[in-house]
């Protein structure tokens, strides 16, 4: 059995122990799926998972064990970094969320790496996902090469399946949205950014640099409080790291303390799958405004003199193609979110 073959088969089992199961509301609002397998008996889905774990660690001790619903899809979505020998244990889930989960693994000694994290993508991940037109908007629909779908002879199928989010448009979606995380991970590392080494992309995980160590891993900046003149010194750590991604064209797009990593003094940017093209999508200037203002409001709370605005004129006139405070005034009367 392939790994998407393991996916497709127990997606059912997924939604029986999925927590939205049990608000009623969002029962009321799933729709019924077509073609629907009948559910097989629980305890045959429970030795089967069991199996399948059997199968997969192969001579692996994977000290982890996931829950029953978990694993459906979770150990589908390591297996590569096992079979390219990236990683040979998996040892906690150390953060993440309904859209993706991250993993401390044990590296490969091939990696030069003791420890690495996997971001693993939650199979519901992108219909949960709010607003996502927005972040989408210019940006090329990529497959697991990273190469542009669009440019081959079925874009008009592609498209219309991503319109009407049939099962192959969420999927052709899903990889789209990894790889662009990956991608930009790879352009803004190699470009001195402070942000997670990027080491291999599968389906739906994403193998990256570790940042904490073997009890703890790094905790995000929202909980810190910082003295005065660190908080000024990673401001500026952050602050160039926004610089690196507008001159390669890329806006963050869910920048805060929240997706800011602490460990040992220093700061690393987290999770890019929402990133913008500042080039082509028309939302650029609130995105990038909005990221600078979560940005500053956390730093300011920390004793650094800091202002969004000004700090959006100063890079906008840079990097933006219309005059910043045309824009400024544009963005106090409009807001693409609604909010």
Not at 33 to 55: C, F, G, M, T, Y
Not at 79 to 100: C, H, N, R, S, W
Not at 291 to 300: K, M, N, P, S, V
Request: glycine share 6%.
């Amino acid at each position: 059995m392939n790994h998407r073959e393991s996916y497709d088969e127990y997606e059912h089992y997924e939604d029986l122990f999925d927590p939205m199961q049990h608000d009623r509301q969002a029962r009321r609002q799933r729709r019924p799926q077509p073609n629907h397998r009948p559910k097989k008996a629980e305890q045959k889905v429970v030795h089967e998972l069991a199996d399948q774990l059997i199968e997969l660690e192969g001579g692996f001790q994977t000290t982890y064990r996931p829950s029953r619903y978990e694993a459906t899809w979770l150990l589908a979505a390591l297996q590569p970094f096992y079979e390219q020998a990236m990683i040979t244990d998996v040892l906690a889930l150390i953060g993440g969320g309904k859209e993706a989960g991250v993993y401390r693994c044990v590296a490969h000694p091939s990696t030069g790496a003791t420890l690495l994290a996997a971001k693993v993508y939650r199979p519901r991940m992108f219909r949960q996902l709010r607003n996502d037109k927005m972040y989408r908007e210019g940006r090329a629909i990529l497959d697991a090469d990273a190469h542009s779908v669009m440019d081959s002879m079925h874009q008009d199928r592609i498209a219309r399946a991503i319109g009407k989010k049939t099962a192959f448009g969420v999927q052709v979606s899903h990889t789209s949205w990894l790889m662009h995380e990956f991608t930009a991970l790879q352009q803004l590392h190699a470009a001195g950014a402070a942000v997670p080494k990027p080491f291999l992309a599968a389906d739906n995980a994403i193998l990256m640099s570790y940042h904490g160590d073997e009890q703890v891993a790094a905790p995000t900046l929202n909980g810190i409080e910082l003295d005065e003149g660190e908080a000024r010194r990673l401001f500026r750590v952050v602050e160039h790291t926004v610089e690196i991604m507008l001159r390669h064209g890329l806006i963050h797009g869910d920048l805060s303390a929240y997706n800011l990593l602490y460990w040992e003094g220093e700061v690393t940017v987290i999770d890019f799958p929402q990133i913008v093209d500042i080039r082509s999508n028309a939302s650029a200037a609130f995105i990038l405004h909005r990221d600078l203002t979560r940005i500053c409001e956390y730093f300011a709370a920390q004793g650094v003199a800091c202002s969004a605005d000004a700090l959006f004129e100063r890079l906008w006139r840079r990097y933006g193609r219309r005059d910043p405070k045309e824009v400024l005034a544009d963005l106090s009367r409009l807001n693409p979110e609604g909010e």
